[in-house]
């Protein structure tokens, strides 16, 4: 399960205003690390204009292999890998 809510906060904060993070107080996994890793990517990669949360987590793990390494190997870090 805290693999799943990794997904879900980060999945949130690509989705969100760049300002969520500023506001919204992040759990354990997903790290500053986690997120200079990997949101340009998941922006690049999932998130459009009409993208929703689930929509979001989904396209993170279905191209796991499409984000970038240091993305990869952060996601890998706190146990999210690619299908």
Do not use: H
């Not at 997904?7 to 690509?14: D, E, G, Q």
């Not at 790290?31 to 987590?57: F, G, M, Q, W, Y």
């Amino acid at each position: 399960m805290r693999v799943f809510s990794a997904v879900f906060v980060f999945a949130t904060l690509c989705a969100g205003p760049i300002g969520a993070a500023d506001v919204l107080k992040l759990p354990p996994e997903v790290t500053p690390e986690l997120r200079a890793a990997c949101e340009s990517d998941v922006r690049r990669l999932c998130v459009s204009k009409n993208s929703t949360i689930a929509n979001v987590k989904r396209c993170v793990a279905k191209k796991f292999f499409k984000l970038g390494r240091r993305c990869q190997m952060e996601l890998a870090a706190v146990g999210i890998t690619g299908l």
